[in-house]
């Protein structure tokens, strides 16, 4: 099974919401990521989990919550988002070792909009 | 730090045509590079990677990416377009441990 699975595909949110993005492989993969992708950009890293632990967390604002309860699953929980929080959000999962050179597998994403 | 750049925002090539992306790269090293693809609305697919050794990468879909040191460049080539080939395609370079780091992206329409 070489598929990360993400729910849900799409979600409206008002800005006073309490949602949770879910991430799930099972690839046997101790590294997990979380992106955010605007219109037309390249994706930008958020967080990254290694062995369940966060590692990275790129400056990203409070109001996103990363969680890595197990290692097969990675959820993100949002909070009081703004409008510009819309987009695409994806996961991938990835061997761990150094030098990145371990293939990152991304999932479908969850299309976010915030009213 | 490692960083990569792709010249073309939107590239159109006609079915059956071919087809070359550019990416150059910005280290002073031999770098890893990738190649991904994107469908509309889709995650992410690696289609080929470069690590060392042979210079020329076959990757998945009948893609292929040469490795050129003196020009700094990672190009992805397809000797055929097929339309199913329109998508989006991002060149990346690792930035640290387990991080990427992704190009613009080059969006490819593919005509009849």
């Known amino acids: 099974d070489t598929e990360v699975t993400q729910t849900p595909k799409h979600l409206v949110m008002g800005m006073t919401n309490k949602k949770s993005l879910k991430c799930e492989q099972h690839m046997g993969h101790r590294a997990m990521y979380w992106y955010k992708q605007k219109a037309k950009k390249p994706p930008e890293l958020m967080f990254v989990?290694?062995?369940?632990?966060l590692s990275i967390n790129e400056s990203v604002p409070s109001r996103f919550s990363p969680e890595c309860p197990n290692s097969s699953l990675l959820n993100l929980h949002l909070h009081a988002l703004q409008p510009e929080d819309s987009a695409l959000y994806l996961c991938?999962?990835?061997?761990w070792g150094s030098g990145a050179v371990n293939e990152q597998f991304f999932g479908p994403g969850t299309r976010l909009t915030v009213l | 730090a490692q960083s990569v750049t792709q010249p073309d925002i939107h590239i159109t090539v006609s079915e059956g045509a071919s087809l070359e992306l550019r990416c150059n790269y910005s280290y002073g090293a031999t770098p890893y590079l990738f190649w991904y693809v994107q469908s509309p609305g889709q995650g992410l697919q690696l289609l080929l990677k470069?690590?060392?050794?042979?210079?020329l990468v076959q990757g998945i879909k009948g893609f292929e990416a040469e490795f050129k040191r003196s020009q700094s460049s990672f190009n992805l080539r397809k000797p055929s377009v097929h339309w199913s080939d329109a998508a989006e395609y991002f060149c990346a370079v690792p930035t640290g441990a387990n991080n990427l780091f992704f190009g613009t992206g080059t969006r490819l329409t593919v005509i009849p």
């Open positions: 991938a999962s990835s061997q």
């Open positions: 470069y690590f060392s050794g042979d210079t």
């Open positions: 989990y290694s062995y369940e632990k």
